[in-house]
């Protein structure tokens, strides 16, 4: 069950968002059913779960439970049901999904590989759609479905920059597009160096072309982070002094500047993480407009309702953490940031401790899951961003002990010799 589920998400991901059906306000797409059926079957093994469970599944709960008061809080009983299902859908349904399939660290390479080989398929259509300025996929959507789904902006002189038109391919949005391929460059970058391979050379200057042609900040302050975090991995275990000290000065330093700025420290960083300035400068009204409904909803936020702006100002928040924060309030956001950099750091601590056989698929984890959770400050997870999150935090678990997975690997090349 476990094998066709994820082969149904993998696939699921890749088709274009006018393939949905309605149920009143609920948008209904194909892969929030897998994720559906997934949440259902972990249900059904609940003791395989509780027997590999850690701090990760257990603080995932805590997070869900926050989540169900934030909206019986903000709204009702029944609105609480429904919108924590759907976020229980999203999360754990994704999460388990990897936990119960994912295993071993010959699956982690499968899905990779099979992301990064549909990616690679699709990208013809990225730079058709790029240089002829022809969102061909969703055409053929919606003659198919008869849904006109993305946002009308996207045609729009807006979306042209550079004479090319960002590329969405199959995606609702090219933040979604790139951010997805940059979550796998650093594995065929990894693989590429842990055993150089000509097709694995295309593959990754595929990947680095697709974030290229969405012209978005979120993949190319992806490959930034990735850069950062790849120095981080190289000498962790040989200056962890080094980097708790340097931890502890950038600490401070965020501080002074949160509290002496005018803008603040968070508002610095949204401002200067992206590469459209006028897009920075309106990232930043956000983190300062919301900070009124947050310190007035600390504990619960303000779930579904709308928070208090200019009316000339959009809605809509480009910012995974802070959106968090602003509808579910600061413990839910600090419950889930604590998770995301509990499990980086659990598995870079161990790192050493891994077969090289393994060693890189660990790295490219680590490089992939630190940058998606860095960018979050100026990019929301919505749509298929969000399960792809707790998906990634999930495909991790068959590392938590390498010690197991090295016996693993031995009997491996063991069985292979003797054959």
Do not use: C
Not at 199 to 226: D, E, K, W
């Amino acid at each position: 069950m476990p094998s066709i589920l994820i082969v149904l998400f993998i696939i699921s991901i890749f088709i274009p968002v006018e393939f949905h059906l309605m149920a009143g306000s609920l948008r209904i797409e194909p892969y929030r059913i897998v994720l559906l059926i997934a949440l259902l079957y972990s249900l059904m093994n609940i003791r395989r779960l509780l027997e590999q469970a850690d701090l990760v599944d257990i603080l995932l709960f805590v997070l869900l439970g926050l989540t169900f008061i934030s909206f019986a809080y903000n709204h009702s009983m029944q609105k609480a049901l429904e919108s924590t299902g759907i976020y229980a859908i999203e999360t754990l349904g994704a999460f388990y999904l990897a936990r119960l399939w994912i295993i071993n660290p010959r699956r982690f390479y499968r899905v990779n590989v099979t992301f990064v080989a549909i990616l690679g398929i699709l990208f013809a259509f990225g730079v058709y759609e790029s240089f002829a300025q022809h969102r061909i996929l969703h055409e053929w959507a919606t003659r198919l479905t008869g849904h006109e789904s993305l946002d009308y902006r996207l045609n729009t002189h807006y979306y042209v920059r550079l004479g090319i038109l960002r590329a969405t391919n199959v995606f609702a949005h090219p933040i979604l597009y790139g951010t997805i391929a940059a979550l796998f460059f650093p594995f065929m970058v990894m693989l590429l160096r842990f055993s150089f391979r000509r097709r694995y050379l295309m593959g990754s200057i595929m990947l680095f072309s697709s974030m290229m042609l969405t012209l978005s900040s979120a993949p190319l302050l992806s490959l930034v982070f990735q850069g950062l975090s790849a120095v981080l991995v190289r000498f962790w275990n040989k200056t962890q002094r080094l980097w708790l000290a340097f931890a502890f000065v950038s600490i401070a330093a965020a501080t002074f500047l949160q509290v002496f700025s005018n803008r603040g420290f968070l508002g610095i960083l949204v401002s200067y993480l992206t590469f459209n300035p006028s897009t920075g400068y309106y990232r930043m009204l956000q983190w300062q407009y919301s900070m009124n409904d947050i310190s007035n909803n600390l504990l619960f936020g303000i779930a579904h309702h709308d928070w208090h702006r200019p009316a000339w100002l959009s809605e809509s928040i480009d910012s995974f953490w802070l959106l968090l924060v602003l509808q579910h309030g600061i413990i839910a956001g600090a419950v889930l940031f604590f998770i995301a950099f509990y499990s980086v750091f659990y598995f870079l601590n161990r790192l050493h401790l891994y077969h090289v056989y393994t060693r890189w698929m660990v790295s490219s984890w680590i490089l992939a899951f630190t940058a998606m959770i860095l960018i979050g400050f100026t990019v929301d997870f919505y749509g298929k961003l969000q399960p792809m999150f707790f998906l990634f935090l999930g495909a991790i678990g068959w590392a938590r002990h390498p010690d197991k997975v090295n016996q693993q690997l031995k009997t491996m090349i063991k069985t292979r010799i003797t054959k």
